[in-house]
């Protein structure tokens, strides 16, 4: 059961997957937003996680950008920034992509997993 919110974030920026070739800059600006926010640490706590991505709609046609492997850098990003332990400790994930006419981005809220 989600139980309290911990994380409320936006972050704009060419989303990429891991096996994109602008992996580099993504992984740039996510390490950068989370740097810069106030020293925040979840730890080993259970966790549910929810990601928006607003992608340019001609991404969303095809075989490409995969749920799974558009989250795996973020979770990554909060691992390495030692925001989260392991990604391990998610026990919820909602995760869900949308076109946009604007600038890609991905909202994400991080909760408490309450058993």
Not at 99 to 111: C, F, I, R
Request: hydrophobic fraction near 35%; aromatic fraction near 8%.
């Amino acid at each position: 059961m989600i139980g309290q919110q911990l994380l409320k974030i936006s972050i704009s920026g060419q989303i990429s997957t891991n096996g994109s070739n602008d992996i580099n800059g993504w992984r740039e600006t996510l390490q950068t937003t989370f740097h810069l926010l106030p020293c925040f640490r979840i730890g080993s706590k259970k966790i549910s996680v929810q990601i928006r991505f607003w992608l340019n709609g001609k991404r969303l046609d095809g075989s490409k950008n995969d749920l799974d492997n558009l989250v795996k850098p973020i979770l990554d990003a909060m691992q390495k920034k030692e925001y989260i332990n392991n990604d391990s400790d998610v026990f919820h994930l909602d995760v869900s992509k949308h076109p946009t006419d604007g600038e890609q981005a991905l909202d994400l809220s991080v909760y408490e997993w309450v058993e």
